[in-house]
Nanobody, 121 residues
Framework: QGQLVESGGGLVQAGGSLTLSCTVSGSIFRITTMGWYRQAPGKQRELVARITSGGDTNYADSVKGRFTISRDNAKNTVYLQMNSLKPEDSAVYYC???????????????WGQGTQVTVTS
């Protein structure tokens, strides 16, 4: 069964950069949209960015111009390059991938375990 393994979170000063990675471990079939969400304490999980299998992207207004999502289909990996980080970007970041557990299974949303990003002022 496929799982998502995230890496790249950490502690950074405001204005700094981090790159998050999320790789499929095991098998997930027919992967389509890949994305990143985040959840700060006391807040709902929100979409940060997503990228379709065709490469189309969309971003939350709060990160446009600062974050870049990309994917490597050969490696089943999605990245989030985060520049000009702000304290309000601090949250647990989760990757999500749409795919199938088996070729005949319905499409479902897989989630990573989350990685903490903390931005200090």
């Amino acid at each position: 069964q496929g799982q998502l393994v995230e890496s790249g979170g950490g502690l950074v000063q405001a204005g700094g950069s981090l790159t998050l990675s999320c790789t499929v471990s095991g098998s997930i079939f027919r992967i389509t949209t890949m994305g990143w969400y985040r959840q700060a304490p006391g807040k709902q999980r929100e979409l940060v960015a997503r990228i379709t299998s065709g490469g189309d992207t969309n971003y939350a207004d709060s990160v446009k111009g600062r974050f870049t999502i990309s994917r490597d289909n050969a490696k089943n990996t999605v990245y989030l390059q985060m520049n000009s980080l702000k304290p309000e970007d601090s949250a647990v970041y989760y990757c999500s991938i749409q795919g199938k557990r088996t070729i005949v299974a319905p499409t479902t949303l897989f989630w990573g375990q989350g990685t903490q990003v903390t931005v200090t002022s």
